[in-house]
């Protein structure tokens, strides 16, 4: 039996204590038999004696647990543990434009319809030269040459003001579809951040630098990021962005292809 004469108390300081000294005595049973030897440490205080009295079942108990604890300490130090995700990602947004089915369809369309603002123009300049080479036909100062310099100066100054007109729209059209696909982008990497725990995601670029171009080194010492280790999500932003998208044209409205919140980013 375990025998304490004063609770052990951990991280309290012990009492100065005397002299120390050793004895074993034999146990007697029934009918005299000796029974196992107690070991007991006698400490001599300068008020009185204090014993202790340890039995060999406690020794041995805790000299098992201290090897226990030895053999466990090496295998959980050897168990593999995944490493603290920093939260930060990266994105190519150049890439993701280019990339970007529904942006690449709508610019097409703009760039079909400057195409046709530029054909309708040119017919129109085509339309006024040829007025002009009348007007060698017609007498200086008379009421028909007059009247054709007026009609060629109005052509000239309505073709000027449409064109203008015609350019700002197109002008208009084209950051508005520049906005809607990075706001798309930017609600996408949101999403993926929601649902992933990533709480910041820097824009970079990932073109490799021409060591011969002047623009690429200077475009490349002005990418806010230096290295990283494999965190760029444009190809997972893709991903979500070109899901299901139609092109857009020949009536085909634009398709987002965003997929509806919940879907599980990885």
Not at 101 to 118: D, F, P, W
Request: contains cysteine; aromatic residues 4%; positive net charge.
């Amino acid at each position: 039996m375990l025998a304490f004469t004063r609770p052990i108390q951990v991280g309290t300081i012990p009492p100065r204590l005397g002299p120390s000294r050793l004895s074993a005595s034999p146990g007697c049973g029934a009918g005299g038999r000796p029974t196992a030897v107690r070991v007991s440490w006698t400490t001599c205080r300068k008020q009185g004696v204090h014993t202790v009295k340890i039995s060999l079942v406690s020794a041995t108990a805790v000299a098992c647990l201290s090897a226990l604890c030895a053999f466990a300490g090496p295998a959980l130090a050897q168990t593999g543990v995944k490493p603290i995700d920093p939260g930060v990602r990266v994105i190519d947004i150049e890439r993701a434009f280019k990339q970007h089915a529904r942006y690449n369809a709508e610019i097409e369309q703009l760039k079909e319809l400057a195409k046709s603002m530029e054909a309708e123009t040119n017919k129109e300049k085509q339309s006024i030269i040829d007025m002009e080479k009348d007007l060698p036909n017609l007498a200086a100062g008379s009421s028909e040459r007059k009247a054709l310099e007026e009609q060629i100066l109005r052509r000239k100054t309505d073709l000027a003001a449409r064109t203008r007109i015609k350019q700002q729209e197109l002008l208009e059209k084209e950051a508005k579809v520049y906005y809607f696909t990075y706001k798309e982008i930017q609600d996408e990497v949101a999403e993926f951040c929601r649902q992933t725990g990533v709480s910041l995601v820097l824009q970079y670029s990932s073109d490799k630098v021409d060591p011969n171009n002047r623009m690429s080194i200077m475009k490349a010492m002005g990418n806010p990021v230096v290295h990283h280790a494999n965190i760029d999500i444009t190809d997972k932003i893709l991903f979500y962005l070109n899901k299901g998208a139609a092109p857009a044209g020949n009536g085909a409205p634009a398709v987002s292809g965003r997929p509806t919140t919940g879907v599980p980013r990885k």
